[in-house]
């Protein structure tokens, strides 16, 4: 049976899709993608304060720009690797992202 989880932050989400796009091209987002699941993992299991993880999240969206330019750059990755970024959800994350992805998709036109 499938665990009930919290679902994510924007802010945490932004994060971790950022990490995830850019792993590939940094060995720093690499090992910071692997930090970031390593201190879920740890509020999971209730041996990390939920608000620990989250100042940990917002300290690293703004060591990359913040929440905004974080998205801006995992959309553009996308945007130049595949030709388009459609985002799925009505999260705020997913909102926020495909707005900024029709921004930028009506700037190359």
């Known amino acids: 049976m499938e665990e009930n989880r919290e679902k ?3 802010e945490a ?6 990490l995830m796009a850019y792993k590939s091209t940094n060995q720093t987002y ?6 970031i699941k390593n201190r879920l993992d ?7 304060d939920k608000d620990t993880y989250q100042n940990e999240i917002k ?4 060591s990359y720009g913040g929440y905004t330019e974080v998205i801006e750059k ?4 996308y945007i130049d690797k595949f030709g388009e970024y459609k985002s799925q959800g009505d ?3 997913s909102i926020d992202a495909q707005a900024i992805a ?4 009506n700037k190359e036109e």
């Open 91 to 93: 999260d705020k994350y």
């Open 102 to 105: 029709e921004k930028l998709m």
């Open 8 to 10: 994510p932050t924007p």
């Open 30 to 35: 690499k090992d910071k993608a692997r930090h």
């Open 74 to 77: 995992t959309v553009k990755f």
């Open 59 to 62: 300290d690293a969206l703004t």
């Open 42 to 48: 740890l509020v999971v299991a209730g041996k990390l």
């Open 13 to 18: 989400k932004a994060l971790s899709l950022f």
